[in-house]
Structures are given as structure tokens and as C-alpha cells.
């Protein structure tokens, strides 16, 4: 399967989605920053499973409607950063669905994730990471799962690699940079994380009119059950929606 990530920088990349999804023919769709109340029920094949809501830019997924069916979908809310408090922003900064392949008669797990920006430290960017795994997981336990998105996470990659891989997951890295914009914060922002899937490939597509370049994953979904790390109370998301 196809999934594309893209986050369109305060909606201004909308209208390219379109062409995006009609070029590489994606199975499913994940948007960042885009505008909630102004965005189609279906592009190209693609319908809607469901869009944030308590904040007008938030998070999306497409999926392709003759392949799957949109199973449940759930908002998540992650710690806040100092950006969170200030801007006031949604903290829902997670929106997963759990899918049902009708052709191979199996579920999988797709989410929509943005990171807090680059003023947070990139330990609360870790935490936010391992807190929406763990959410995600509660979909559906032992299912495949894959998590696209704009991560914020341009330096000391390896590390979340390593913190990444240690609660079961594999994080991939598209082959070129994704955020080419200002010359001292270029690098890799938009990532895929996964378990129970064979990523095939992770690639940069052409710049639009958005600060970030999409990402298109090519994945092949299969059965990897794994035990997640506990999370302590102290940890727990603020809340699921």
C-alpha cells in the first residue's frame, strides 16, 4: 500500500492535493496544518475518515474507499508544549484510524502525527512520540501499525531510532530531506514509524507551495504482535477524544 504525508503549512498547499493523490494514486492520505472546516469530503478516490475538530488547522486521513473501510477513528491529545500554552493551539496532535482491508481481510492501524514545534525540547517531542504509539496501539493491540507525519525532529535522529525501536517500532527516513526552506533548520522533519509493516520505501517528493515536501511510504502490512512499553500515570495523554 500507498500512504502520503503532507503537511500543508497553514492550509496553503490545499490545493494541490488533487494532483498529489491523481499522480501517485495513494491508498491513503495524511495531512498536517490544514484547514478543518474548509477541506473536501473526497479527493480522488479518497474519502474523508475523519479530521480534527478543536482547532480549524489540525490533522486529517484520507483513505481509498473501494479498499478499506474506515473501522474507528480517534483524536488524540498529547503533553503540551510551551507553544501549546501560550498559542493555545489543539493538543490533539494524533488522529488514528483503524482500517478494515477488504481484499486481504485484515486491519491496520494508519495515523496522522505533528510534533511540537521546534521551540519544545526534543524530549517532549520523544515523549509525545512514545505516548501516541502507545494510544495507537490500544486500537487495535498486535495490529499493524504505521504513523506518518511532521515529527520536528531535524537533529540527534539516531537517538529517537534507538528510543523508537526499544518500544518495538522501526522509524524510516525518507531517501532525501523534507524541509529545505531556511538554510539553518533544513533536514528530515516528516518520518514514518511502524510495526507490523515491510517498508519498501520512503520517498521526497517534488516541493509545493508548503514549507515541507510530502513523503510517500510504500509498505507492505503483516502480523508482528509486540508488548509496548507501560506508560505511567504521570505520562498518560491528557486525554482521547
Given at each position: 500500500?500507498?500512504?502520503?504525508?503532507?503537511?500543508?503549512?497553514?492550509?496553503?498547499?490545499?490545493?494541490?492535493?488533487?494532483?498529489?493523490?491523481?499522480?501517485?494514486d495513494?491508498?491513503?492520505?495524511?495531512?498536517?496544518?490544514?484547514?478543518?472546516?474548509g477541506i473536501?469530503?473526497?479527493?480522488?478516490?479518497?474519502?474523508?475518515?475523519?479530521?480534527?475538530?478543536?482547532n480549524?488547522?489540525?490533522?486529517?486521513?484520507?483513505?481509498?474507499?473501494?479498499?478499506?473501510?474506515?473501522?474507528?477513528?480517534?483524536?488524540?491529545?498529547l503533553?503540551?508544549?510551551?507553544?501549546?500554552?501560550?498559542?493555545?493551539?489543539?493538543?490533539?496532535?494524533?488522529?488514528?484510524?483503524?482500517?478494515?482491508?477488504?481484499?486481504?481481510?485484515?486491519?491496520?492501524?494508519?495515523?496522522?502525527?505533528?510534533a511540537?514545534?521546534?521551540?519544545?525540547?526534543?524530549?517532549?517531542?520523544?515523549h509525545?512520540?512514545?505516548?501516541?504509539?502507545?494510544?495507537?496501539?490500544?486500537?487495535?493491540?498486535?495490529l499493524?501499525?504505521?504513523m506518518?507525519?511532521?515529527?520536528?525532529?531535524?537533529?540527534?535522529?539516531?537517538a529517537?531510532?534507538?528510543?523508537?525501536?526499544?518500544?518495538?517500532?522501526?522509524?524510516?527516513?525518507?531517501?532525501?530531506?523534507?524541509?529545505?526552506?531556511?538554510?539553518?533548520?533544513?533536514?528530515?522533519?516528516?518520518?514514518?514509524?511502524?510495526?507490523?509493516?515491510?517498508i519498501?520505501?520512503?520517498r521526497?517528493?517534488?516541493?509545493?507551495?508548503?514549507?515541507?515536501?510530502?513523503?510517500?511510504v510504500?509498505?507492505?502490512?503483516?502480523?508482528?504482535?509486540?508488548?509496548?512499553?507501560?506508560?505511567?500515570?504521570?505520562?498518560?495523554?491528557?486525554?482521547?477524544?
Open positions: 500500500m500507498k500512504v502520503i504525508s503532507y503537511n500543508l503549512r497553514k492550509h496553503r498547499a490545499a490545493g494541490e492535493l488533487l494532483s498529489l493523490a491523481d499522480r501517485h495513494p491508498d491513503v492520505l495524511c495531512l498536517q496544518e490544514c484547514d478543518t472546516t473536501p469530503h473526497r479527493i480522488h478516490g479518497l474519502r474523508l475518515a475523519q479530521a480534527t475538530t478543536r480549524r488547522l489540525g490533522l486529517a486521513v484520507y483513505y481509498r474507499e473501494n479498499g478499506f473501510r474506515a473501522q474507528q477513528v480517534q483524536a488524540i491529545r503533553k503540551k508544549s510551551l507553544h501549546d500554552r501560550v498559542l493555545r493551539p489543539a493538543e490533539e496532535r494524533v488522529l488514528g484510524v483503524r482500517l478494515h482491508d477488504i481484499d486481504a481481510g485484515r486491519e491496520l492501524i494508519l495515523a496522522s502525527f505533528h511540537a514545534p521546534l521551540t519544545a525540547l526534543n524530549s517532549l517531542r520523544r509525545q512520540i512514545r505516548t501516541a504509539l502507545v494510544e495507537l496501539e490500544k486500537m487495535g493491540p498486535g499493524p501499525a504505521l506518518v507525519g511532521d515529527y520536528n525532529y531535524p537533529v540527534f535522529k539516531e529517537l531510532g534507538q528510543k523508537v525501536r526499544d518500544q518495538g517500532y522501526e522509524l524510516s527516513l525518507s531517501d532525501a530531506r523534507t524541509y529545505t526552506r531556511y538554510r539553518f533548520f533544513r533536514g528530515h522533519y516528516d518520518f514514518a514509524t511502524s510495526v507490523g509493516f515491510d519498501e520505501g520512503v521526497t517528493l517534488a516541493q509545493g507551495r508548503s514549507d515541507h515536501k510530502p513523503i510517500l510504500t509498505a507492505s502490512p503483516g502480523s508482528v504482535p509486540f508488548e509496548p512499553e507501560a506508560v505511567a500515570e504521570d505520562d498518560a495523554p491528557a486525554a482521547a477524544g
